[in-house]
């Protein structure tokens, strides 16, 4: 996406009649937004960054959003929510003025039920400025409401509708910043767990210290590069080597062979996840939920968030966690992990409207 532009007929519609739901996922790394009804739903996806420029002619600063930013901007591109949430009131700022852009860019009207997720860490001041930065947007005129990432995320992996909101299971987001996992009993959050050691970027910054051990020290990348290997070339079931090319320093380029660094990363980070979950998740949960622990470990794991997008992962968790407990158990994920919980988070914000609860 790139700088903003009015919503036009779509926004005078919609300010019309009944406010549009709408879904947010306001990521570390990307921003996702479905809104619409009907056959008209609409996802739009960004990265969550942004740069100021001046302008030629009038000198004042314009603003530019996600992957134009970062294209033309990498020297100063700000990534203002890194760690999941905006830390401080500067963050937050900036995290307001790329949400506002993005709503608006995206013809998001100002008439509006929105519904956003949110993630569970244990940090009030960061969580209160992401609220603060939905709260006082342009959008969310008619409702503003949050709720848990991983219920959102699970939603469209148990059906066309809210079934989740009426099932007891477990949800294991695989973020970029934090692994979560957390029950659920009809809709209550039961036993949240996060911790962030086990993440996404790390996997990323094993990459990057892989390839350049793999290849003797004559290539390095950056974790950017790292990211874009992994969600291109990671495959539990059908991994190929790839080869790619980096222009030297003094001329000419060098091509070279990834074969092991990208699943080595990979599987690290699996193993890690099946511990966190079987030795300090579900014991936390047996002690405090015993019956649901035993009702929900009858039913599907469900896998969200941007690392349950590699192929073959949800297969591989499911093998690793059952051999890890010694009985067998289930997974499943919803078909666009890295846009389910923008996509659940949607469908509460369309029941809401079509129940008037505005």
Do not use: W
Not at 138 to 162: D, H, K, Q
């Amino acid at each position: 996406m790139a700088k903003a532009e009015s919503g036009g007929d779509a926004e005078e519609s919609a300010d019309a009649g009944a406010p549009l739901p709408v879904g947010v996922k306001l990521g570390s790394t990307r921003t996702v937004i479905t809104s619409g009804e009907g056959n008209g739903i609409d996802t739009k996806q960004s990265l969550t960054c942004l740069a100021t420029y001046e302008d030629a002619l009038s000198g004042e600063d314009r603003v530019l959003y996600g992957e134009e930013a970062a294209t033309e901007y990498p020297d100063r591109v700000e990534y203002m929510l890194r760690s999941g949430l905006p830390e401080d009131a500067d963050r937050a700022d900036l995290a307001a003025t790329y949400f506002n852009e993005f709503t608006q860019g995206s013809g998001i009207p100002t008439n509006s039920a929105v519904v956003y997720a949110i993630p569970t860490i244990d940090n009030e001041e960061g969580l209160a400025n992401l609220e603060e930065v939905i709260e006082d947007s342009r959008v969310g005129e008619a409702l503003v409401r949050s709720y848990p990432e991983s219920l959102c995320g699970s939603i469209p992996a148990m059906g066309a509708g809210l079934d989740a909101l009426d099932e007891i299971f477990i949800a294991v987001n695989m973020g970029s910043t934090n692994l979560e996992a957390c029950a659920y009993r009809r809709g209550e959050q039961l036993s949240p767990y996060a911790t962030g050691a086990v993440t996404g970027n790390e996997v990323d910054r094993r990459i990057a210290a892989y390839v350049e051990e793999e290849t003797q020290g004559r290539v390095n990348i950056d974790t950017q590069t790292a990211r874009e290997y992994k969600e291109d070339h990671a495959d539990f079931t059908g991994f190929e080597p790839f080869t790619d090319i980096i222009q030297q320093p003094g001329g000419g380029s060098h091509e070279f062979t990834i074969e092991r660094s990208v699943m080595d990363a990979c599987n690290e980070y699996l193993d890690e996840v099946v511990d966190e979950f079987a030795n300090s998740f579900l014991p936390e949960l047996a002690n405090d939920h015993m019956k649901v622990y035993g009702l929900a470990l009858s039913k599907p794991i469900v896998l969200t968030g941007g690392m349950a997008c590699i192929p073959g992962i949800v297969e591989e968790f499911q093998d690793r966690l059952s051999d890890e407990l010694q009985r067998d158990v289930e997974s499943v994920a919803p078909d666009r992990p890295d846009r389910a919980a923008a996509e659940g988070a949607h469908r509460i914000a369309f029941r809401l409207v079509e129940r008037g609860a505005y």
